[in-house]
T-cell receptor, first 114, second 115 residues
Framework: DQQVKQNSPSLSVQEGRISILNCDYTNSMFDYFLWYKKYPAEGPTFLISISSIKDKNEDGRFTVFLNKSAKHLSLHIVPSQPGDSAVYFCAARADQTSYDKVIFGPGTSLSVIP | DTGVSQNPRHKITKRGQNVTFRCDPISEHNRLYWYRQTLGQGPEFLTYFQNEAQLEKSRLLSDRFSAERPKGSFSTLEIQRTEQGDSAMYLC?????????????FGDGTRLSIL
């Protein structure tokens, strides 16, 4: 049973437009959410995170929105650039342990078309 | 380069052989994690170390898998009697445990192919 879901395996966006990547989760104990970006043949790279006490976090072109009641978060990239083409993983942590075990979604492959 | 380093990058072996992977975390990071990733899936947690202590193992980690982190620095992941289903990317990550969630920094992984 997947606790973190990314229902869109792929997404194509024109350069300069907004990319919106969605993520849903089922475990109400999750308290911290992260987005990672992964290029082929490389490991995932941390992009941005948000605590469950917030509903928005912004870092440059990247903004993450959290809707706790809907158990939904989204990553907005504005404006999208060809270099943003990668697989994006949503991840979540449950504050039930003393360490940072995170659960990853299956990923969404973003293609930004020049 | 001070990132997480994994060796080898690729490993091809015959079914039934033993394999060992190595991970060198970022030097000041006390937490080290192993993940497995298969095609179309996100990384799946395998095991976790706080310094040299292995604090949790996933049920994905069968008896054929063993991980060590002697002296709390580098870590090794060994798979004995490899099976076809072990073919995957094995990722190592490290983080600095400070009591609140710290992003994990990943290596580029070791891709294991079982013939």
């Amino acid at each position: 049973d997947q606790q973190v879901k990314q229902n869109s395996p792929s997404l194509s966006v024109q350069e300069g437009r907004i990319s919106i990547l969605n993520c849903d989760y089922t475990n109400s104990m999750f308290d911290y959410f992260l987005w990672y970006k992964k290029y082929p043949a490389e490991g995932p790279t941390f992009l941005i995170s948000i605590s469950s006490i917030k509903d928005k976090n912004e870092d440059g072109r990247f903004t993450v929105f959290l809707n706790k009641s809907a158990k939904h978060l989204s990553l907005h990239i504005v404006p999208s650039q060809p270099g943003d083409s990668a697989v994006y993983f949503c991840a979540a942590r449950a504050d039930q342990t003393s360490y940072d075990k995170v659960i990853f979604g299956p990923g969404t492959s973003l293609s930004v078309i020049p | 380069d001070t990132g997480v380093s994994q060796n080898p990058r690729h490993k091809i072996t015959k079914r039934g052989q033993n394999v060992t992977f190595r991970c060198d975390p970022i030097s000041e990071h006390n937490r080290l994690y192993w993940y497995r990733q298969t095609l179309g899936q996100g990384p799946e947690f395998l095991t976790y170390f706080q310094n040299e202590a292995q604090l949790e193992k996933s049920r994905l980690l069968s008896d054929r898998f063993s991980a060590e982190r002697p002296k709390g620095s580098f870590s090794t992941l060994e798979i004995q009697r490899t099976e076809q289903g072990d073919s995957a990317m094995y990722l190592c990550a490290s983080s600095l445990g400070t009591g609140y969630a710290q992003p994990q920094h990943f290596g580029d992984g070791t891709r294991l192919s079982i013939l």
